[in-house]
């Protein structure tokens, strides 16, 4: 089995900063691309940031300048960097792996993992 484990948020004032840390663990083969999403109560899951295990990035529009995905393959961790934060940026903010594993007929096959989610709240 594959668990994602999330740490880091917390409340903190605009302007601040904070540091989310996903650890994978379990039966990996690899990891592919690893992401954070974010859920503000009353809307959708959103992209925040994604990479590849090559490192290429990928941000939303409104966190561009502002928040830094990085990735350690030889750990299987993903962080998020996330600096002047606004209040618009309260959400919960949930870790996402594609995890490739060895199936029992000894096949390669990715599953798509989350973690339980960790809850940032910033302040006016």
């Known amino acids: 089995q594959v668990q994602l484990v999330e740490s880091g948020g917390g409340l903190v004032q605009a302007g601040g900063s904070l540091r989310l840390s996903c650890a994978a663990s379990?039966?990996?083969?690899?990891?592919?691309?690893m992401g954070w999403y974010r859920q503000a109560p009353g809307k959708q899951r959103e992209l925040v940031a994604a990479?590849?295990?090559?490192?290429?990035?990928n941000y939303a529009d409104s966190v561009k300048g502002r928040f830094a995905i990085s990735r350690d393959n030889a750990k299987n961790t993903v962080d998020l960097q996330m600096n002047s934060l606004k209040p618009e940026d309260t959400a919960v903010y949930y870790c996402?792996?594609?995890?490739?594993?060895?199936?029992?007929?000894?096949?390669?096959?990715?599953?798509?993992?989350w973690g339980q989610g960790t809850q940032v709240t910033v302040s006016s």
């Open positions: 996402n792996a594609g995890v490739v594993v060895t199936t029992a007929g000894g096949f390669r096959d990715e599953y798509d993992y």
């Open positions: 379990g039966s990996i083969f690899s990891i592919n691309a």
């Open positions: 990479i590849t295990s090559g490192g290429s990035t």
